[in-house]
């Protein structure tokens, strides 16, 4: 069944977009990943119903019962209006954001490290570390800075892959037993047998770099290394060269 739109459909997408308790999913891949990682989608809207259900049969066969009963198809002019870009595969939805507790994340996962990316400035990059993130086994992502890591452009960075970990904005980095690595191109040599186990690696910006309050706080700091002349790398590709740098070096967290 394919069920009928709610009436107040657009002005409910546009307010969710400025909700810190919604999640704006922008294309079938955001939506599959959500609902793999176990979000609670509260809809889910689609231009053309069949040519969704065809793609979740090719991409993603384990959600198409899921699918077949929650999607709603929805003229194209008022798809059109629920994004401020429509997504090329033609589906939206909304999701509930899950609940997140700082103090566990500290205190759970002990082997894995945690991401922190400090006032990241663009919306793309940080869903594409979270993406990278929630691929290699982090433990979490946590921004600082004005951004919402929850951001509907974030999620279409992340292919909704949100879900897959904790990720949240904070004021700032609480106290910690775990380690606090810096990347910084004035660290040593990054070597991913030494990074320790449950270690916070620490981004700043491409153009500023960390914090001198952070980098103050740091226990070690590390650097990528680049070609002469390379100044900087993309925030995101940072990010999965400092992770699968500690991941290779330890195969037992590697899937068999």
Known sequence: MSGDAPPDLAPRFHAARADRGLAVLEGFH??????RFGASVELAV????EAALGLAAALAADLLPHLRETLVEVPKALFARLAPVAPVTGVLALALRPPFDLGRVLDETPEAPLILLENPADLGNI??????????????????????PWHPTALRGSAGLHFAL???????????????????????????AALSAGAVLAFGTERD?????????ADRCVAIPMQPGVSSLNLATAVAVALYAWRLARPHALPQ
């Open 127 to 148: 869903g594409a570390a979270v993406r990278v993130a929630a691929a290699a086994g982090a433990a979490a992502v946590l921004t600082t800075g004005r951004h919402d």
């Open 166 to 192: 904790p990720v949240a904005a904070v004021p700032a980095l609480p106290a910690t037993g775990r380690c606090l690595v810096a990347l910084d191109p004035a660290g040593q040599r990054l070597d991913g």
């Open 46 to 49: 689609t231009v053309d119903r």
């Open 30 to 35: 955001a939506l599959k990943h959500a609902l």
């Open 209 to 217: 770099g960390l914090s001198p309050g952070l980098l103050a706080r």
